[in-house]
Each structure stands twice: as C-alpha cells, then as structure tokens.
C-alpha cells in the first residue's frame, strides 16, 4: 500500500505539474518541490528512536517513530511534490535548448532512468552498511539537497550574467545596503580583465596568475589519475587478505573506473565554463575523499559484499572525469604560443599519478603507516602482514591540501563562460567523431593498459614479482606525452600519429609473441613501447583537434570573421579536446574487460591483444585517408609548415 500511495502521486499529478509550471514558472515549481521533498524526506529518514534525557526532576524518557498511516500519507506527500518536479525539468528543455529538445530530453529521460538502477544498489549497500532501514530515505534527502544547491547557484551564475555588474553592487542583505562599499567587497579571485593575448598583459601580470594556477592544477589532476586507477593495484592483492572474487570479477573491478570516469567526462567538460575553473577544481578534488576513504574501510572486512567494491570502483571513476574539466580550465589562462606546452605539462604530469599510486601503493600497503588510527594489518600466509587499506586512505591528507589549494590560490575568469547550449554545437561535427576514435587508440590504450597492466602481469607470470615493475609502464607513458608535444607542433600531428600507430602494432606484435614464448622480459618490453607510443599519440591527437578546427570552421560558418571566428574556433577546440577525452577513457573499460573475457573464453588473452591490434590498423588506415594522404586535411599545411606549426600542441 506504502508503495502503491507513492507510484499513484508520483504518477497521477505529473500533468497538473504542467498546469502549474505554466502558470507560476518552471523555476518556482523547481524550488517548491525540492523544498517540500527535503522536509518529507528528512521526516521520513529519521529513525525510531528512544530517547533518554537528565532532567532535574529525574530521566525523561520518550520515543520517536512513524505509524504506518503517517507514513503512508508523507509517502503520497512525497511523490505528489516529485511529479510536480518532473513536469517542471522538462518545461526547462524547450527554453534552454529549443533546437535540441529532443537530444536533450532523450539525455535527462536516460540519467533519470539509471537512478532506478544505481540508487537501489546504493540502497542496499547502505542498509547493509548501517542496518537502518531508513538509510534510504537518507541518501535520497542528501541528493536533494545537493540538487537545489546545484539549482540555485546555477540561477545565481545566470542572474550574475544577466546583471553584471549591476547585481554585484548590490549586498547580500538589504539591511547592509548603507555599509556596502563594492569596491572593498568585490571578489578577488574572479579575473574581470584577462587578456592572454596582450603581450604587455601578459609579461606584466597575465604569466605569474596563469602559471600559479597550472601548478595548483598538476597535483589536483596527479591525485586525481592516482586514486582513479588505485584499483589496478588493490583488485591484484584482495584474494590474499580473504575475497574470494574470480579473475572475471576482478577484472570488472579494474575496468569499472574507467567506465564512469569516462562517463562522467562527457558532463565535466561542460563545468568549467558554466561554474568557474576555481570552484569545480575544489569540488572535483574534494570528492575524491569518497573513495579514498571507502576503499581503506572497505577492504578491512572480509565479508564485504562485492557489490560495495562496485560501488566504490565506480566513485574512483570521480577521479578520471576530473581531467576533462582540469584541461579546459588550465586552456583558458595561457596564450597560443604557450598553450600547447602548458597543457601537456598539466596532462603529462598529471598522468604521472597511475605511475605514482602503481610505485606507492605497494610500499604503503607492507606497513602500518596510520598506526590504530588505520586499522590492523591482515597476516599472509608467508609470514608477512598486509595493510591494504593504506591504499585508499594514504591519498587523504594530500586531497584536502590540494582542496584547499585550489580553493585559497587559483582563479575563475570571468569571460570564460558558455552555456551547455553554445558548446553542444560539436556534437555536429564530424571531425569531433574521428578524433575520438583516433583517441581511444592513444589515451584509451594508455589508461586501460595502465589498469589492466598490474594484474595481467600477475596472471600471466604468477612466479614474477611484476608489481614491482608496473609502475614503470604509465611512467614512461606519462612523461613521453610531456616531453614529445614539440615532435608534433614540428612535424606535424597528423603524421606523427600515423607513426605512433604503426609503432603501437609493432608493440603488440612483440607482446602476443612474448607472451606465447613465455618471455616476462619480451612482454614487459613489449608494454613499455607501447606505453611509449600512446604517451606520443596522446600529445599529437591534441595537436591535431585546433589546427583541423581552424580549417573546418571557417569552411562551415563563413560568416564569421576576425576575434568571432578566432573565439569560435577556441570554443569548439576546447569543446572538442573535452570531449574526445571522455570518450577515449572509455578504452580503460574495455581492454581490463577484454582481458578478462579472452581468459574466461580460451584461457588467454592472446584474443583480446588480437582484437587490439585490429582496432590500432583501423586507426592507421584512417589517419592516412582522413588527414595525411596526399589531399588528406592536414596534409598541406603540414608539409607547408613543418617548422612552424599554426597551433600549438593541446
């Protein structure tokens, strides 16, 4: 009956939710329900409680609970509010995107429809985690909070836009209205005048913002790539404190960061110009706290569940998605001419995260580094003791210095703002489509060989202490992306990306043989050229996306002339290198999974390094016809240039 009360108000109201958005705004129906659903659900989440209070004439005590029919009756509550809601999201739609309405309602219709998916495993694994039966309704109110936080601070940034500098002279409270003095209360970490550009501007004051906030990015995105890919080495060392997972299971763990981190990739592209480079810089590395600490309680209990480890893989992938908004951000601040060489310190360095968790973590984990306040270690069977927990909760202090960091010390500019609607334009054009293929190849092959690579080892050579070794692999791959970006601006990114594919089936080649051979040595110097090659490929796939835009877009929109189709260009670059990224991640789903697949089937994965090495021919091929070839896009300006590069490396 409880259930049926909700579905029924949830359901039935939806259409006078319309009514009211009609007649009231989509906006002001948005906060009554947000609101109203926090009050219901906060009531809803408290559980029967027993209270026992001093009094000074004796104890006081009294209960708290919920009868079946107030429940009941805040339930039909409930839902009548949350229809209410989901008539007024999709009265948002036709306004904000009126030539996307239905993409963009097809993509809300989709990530509502996975929360009847994600939310009753989280359900469970909080019911497990706290026996609280009303833990559910818990998570539900938090979610709604975060969501009318997210709401009104969106609203806010709008307003802002619209008013300018108008809304800013005005406090925050009416009563301040005689004390208020602007000038003392403006906002210093906003950038109202940035011109990257003006050389003067930049020796005089544009240099030193800019490189203070790369070097606040680097260790945010290093973390970042550090606790993303943690899971490469926690999933190898779990059977020997207890959990009794199959190789097949283990390898979706490893391959499950990188399927949400390149999800969430898609929707981190677009926050930097829509919240500030400053405030999601903060938010996105202190989320990494989530999994660092879940996985350093997690692994301490043998009987936890495996769908808790899924959870937990998937919030790693927190870690992966944060590269796509820290590569726009650190775009904004720096020049053409330097561009290219501070986004590949920021990407090349920042890689250099899966080299420092695969060399780390194994150091960490043989020591009680946290003492009681970490937990016990776990003894082996070979006399040693395990304290697997040091992997998750190693990386804390680091985040909340680099939270605060970023918080105290980077900045936000003012004119790098775009709404979700004027970026979606490269969903529309075709180069963005190639380029992510062309980028799964290079970075897909980087961050799934990265996950994949540890506990491949391990199975394939189990009498090989290869944990010891592996960190060398992402290490080369880090620094080869931050050291080659000049290879492409000279020779050209096109070619070298020719070049690298061929390079990276050659590495295969030597891997399947080595591994057929029996050759540990054959197969770690099989990975590390690879590892090598898609470094290189990472940097000149980059290379490619503003020199191919600079030609396409004057070409599709010839009305644009001067700084519009100069900031056109900007725009659909950034776009486009934000977007590739997320979709090239997904490689670091799909080679642990393959792994782990081509052994479940033969007992090899000899197949699936088969399948990699198709997939890399495909990439050549199409390099060579698309862009290099004789007619191909880039071929005359590259043969034109070669020593000068129009774009820099990005």
């Known amino acids: 009956m409880a259930a049926a009360s909700f579905s029924l108000s949830a359901s039935l109201f939806r259409a006078y939710g319309g009514h009211l958005s009609d007649k009231f705004g989509a906006r002001s129906v948005m906060y009554w329900t947000f609101g109203f659903s926090m009050l219901f659900l906060f009531m809803l989440s408290y559980p029967p409680t027993d209270y026992v209070i001093q009094g000074k004439d004796g104890v006081i005590a009294f209960s708290t609970s919920m009868g079946l029919w107030p429940f009941i009756a805040t339930l039909f509550a409930l839902g009548f509010f949350m229809s209410l809601g989901k008539a007024a999201v999709f009265k948002h739609i036709p306004v904000y995107y009126p030539n996307n309405v239905g993409a963009v309602g097809g993509l809300v219709g989709m990530i509502g429809g996975l929360g009847g998916f994600v ?33 009104h601070l969106s609203i806010r940034a709008m307003e802002r836009a619209a008013h300018g500098e108008v809304l800013d002279r005005l406090p925050q409270l009416p009563e301040m209205q005689p004390i208020h003095h602007p000038e003392r209360t403006a906002m210093p970490r906003v950038l109202e005048d940035w011109r990257p550009e003006d050389a003067t501007f930049w020796a005089d004051k544009g240099r030193a913002v800019a490189r203070r906030n790369l070097w606040l990015s680097i260790p945010a995105l290093l973390l970042a790539f550090s606790v993303w890919m943690v899971w490469s080495m926690v999933v190898a060392k779990l059977p020997l404190i207890g959990f009794a997972f199959t190789p097949e299971q283990l390898f979706w763990l490893a391959a499950l960061p990188a399927l949400s981190g390149a999800t969430l990739r898609i929707f981190y592209g677009f926050m930097v110009p829509i919240f500030g480079g400053r405030l999601w810089t903060t938010l996105s590395t202190a989320s990494l706290l989530l999994p660092a600490i879940g996985i350093g309680y997690a692994v301490q209990n043998p009987e936890t569940p495996y769908f808790i480890f899924l959870i937990l893989a998937l919030l790693c992938g927190l870690g992966g998605a944060n590269f ?79 939270t605060i ?38 970075f897909g092959s980087f961050i799934g060989y990265s996950a994949g690579f540890p506990l491949l080892s391990k199975i394939a050579f189990p009498d090989v202490n290869a944990l010891q070794y592996v960190f060398l692999g992402p290490l080369v791959g880090a620094l080869s992306r931050a050291g080659t970006g000049w290879v492409a601006d000279r020779f050209g990114g096109g070619r070298v990306t020719f070049w690298v594919f061929a390079g990276m089936i050659a590495s295969v080649l030597a891997v399947i043989f080595s591994l057929q051979a029996g050759s540990f040595p054959g197969f770690f110097a099989g990975f590390i050229a690879l590892f090598f090659f898609t470094g290189v490929g990472n940097a000149s796939t980059f290379q490619m996306i503003p020199v191919i835009m600079g030609k396409e877009v004057p070409r599709l929109m010839p009305q644009l002339t001067g700084a519009d189709r100069a900031r056109q260009i900007a725009m659909e670059s950034s776009g486009i290198v934000a977007f590739t990224s997320a979709i090239g991640a997904y490689g670091g789903f799909f080679i642990p999974k393959a792994y782990g697949s081509s052994i479940a089937m033969t007992g090899s994965p000899v197949g699936a390094l088969w399948l990699f090495l198709a997939f890399y021919v495909i990439c050549l091929v199409l390099t060579w016809v698309v862009y290099t070839r004789p007619g191909g896009l880039l071929h005359d300006i590259e043969r034109g240039r070669a020593f000068a590069a129009p774009h820099p490396a990005e």
Not at 130 to 149: D, E, K, N, Q, R
Not at 336 to 342: F, L, P, R, V, W
Not at 372 to 391: F, H, I, K, M, P
């Open 119 to 151: 939310l009753p495993i989280a359900f469970g694994a909080l019911l497990d985690l706290t026996g609280i039966y009303t833990s559910c309704f818990a998570l539900l109110f938090v979610l709604v909070g975060i969501a009318l936080t997210w709401m």
């Open 324 to 402: 796509a908004s820290s590569m726009a951000n650190i775009g904004y601040f720096f020049p053409k001419a330097e561009k290219g060489n501070a986004l590949a310190l920021n990407a090349g360095l920042g890689n250099l995260g899966v080299s420092v968790m695969q060399f780390l973590v194994p150091l960490v984990i043989t020591a009680g580094v946290f003492g009681a306040v970490g937990g016990e270690g776990v003894a082996l069977q070979d006399g040693g003791t395990l304290w697997l927990q040091n992997a998750g909760f190693i990386w804390v202090p680091f985040i909340l210095a680099s």
């Open 405 to 442: 960091a970023a918080w105290l010390g980077m900045n936000d500019i003012a004119d790098a703002k775009a709404s979700f609607a004027q970026q979606s334009v490269i969903f529309g054009r075709t180069q963005n489509w190639l380029m992510c293929v062309l980028y799964i190849g290079t």
